[in-house]
């Protein structure tokens, strides 16, 4: 009679060289290398945990040691599955679902050997660049990170500069319809103001005759501009001195230069 442990949980690994862990299988796991879906090489890195689920099988169906057969279910799993992914995928937002589907992969196999076997869980430790190659690949990540970081902050820069230029436009656009309305209403009762001249003007006509109004309309004119205006008179009968005259104001002083008259 064979008994077979049936609760303890057995741990095997794949792609960790042996030189990193004391191992107590007679053939220790070796790197696994696989050749992703755009045709880069991958070093991959995992650890199942698993048990007997069936006695009978596992004791009659499988010639190999247990670790050998999910070693090699696991190794063929992952070859499989890697090939259908990218490499950024690999190394980046992939890996989660990559270990569900080497668990599922690697319990198929395991049930079509009759092993006997069942995956309790699976650690996919690592997925990484081979040495040679892992500083080309960490520039590229670093450069795609700098594009994400990039692009972020020009999102970020047209969100806040965007609403402020459609705020400015709205402005520029509230101030000319003010304007507008402003020209429009000034142009309207000037226009009106016109419209009342013009009429008085035909009725003064023909009761006082033209030059009636022209000459009210210079006279009011004149009262507009005369206020504004400075007048210089020269005596050179009085010594040499001149008379300003500003509308009711008088002052008096000595004759300026040519150059300073003003």
Known sequence: ????????????QV?????????????????????????????????????????????????????????????GAVTQLVTGLPVDALLTSGRQSL?????DEAQRRLDAYGSGLAIVGIDLQKAFPPQDVADAFSGVNTAREEKARMINEARGYANS??????????????????????????????????????????????????????????LDTIEKILPRVRVYALDTERGGRF?????????????????GLR
């Open 15 to 75: 792609g960790i060289d042996a030189k990193e862990e004391d191992h107590s299988h007679p053939e220790p796991p070796s790197k696994l290398q696989a050749l992703s879906g755009d045709t880069n090489v991958v070093d991959i890195e995992v650890i199942a945990q698993y048990q007997v689920r069936d006695p009978a099988d596992y004791l009659l169906n499988i010639g190999n040691a247990p670790y050998l057969t999910v070693r090699d279910a696991l190794r």
């Open 1 to 12: 009679m064979d008994v077979v442990n049936v609760s303890t949980v057995r741990r095997e």
């Open 243 to 259: 008379n300003l005259k500003l509308f009711g104001e008088e002052s008096s002083g000595p004759i300026l230069s040519p150059t």
């Open 99 to 103: 270990q569900q589907s080497i668990r």
């Open 161 to 218: 500069l965007i609403p402020e230029a459609r705020g400015e436009a709205q402005r520029l656009a509230a101030e000319a319809q003010a304007y507008r309305s402003g020209v429009l209403a000034s142009a309207t009762g000037a226009a009106q103001a016109f419209e009342y001249l013009l009429a008085e003007y035909r009725s003064n006509s023909v009761s006082f005759g033209e030059d009636v109004t022209r000459y009210r309309m210079f």
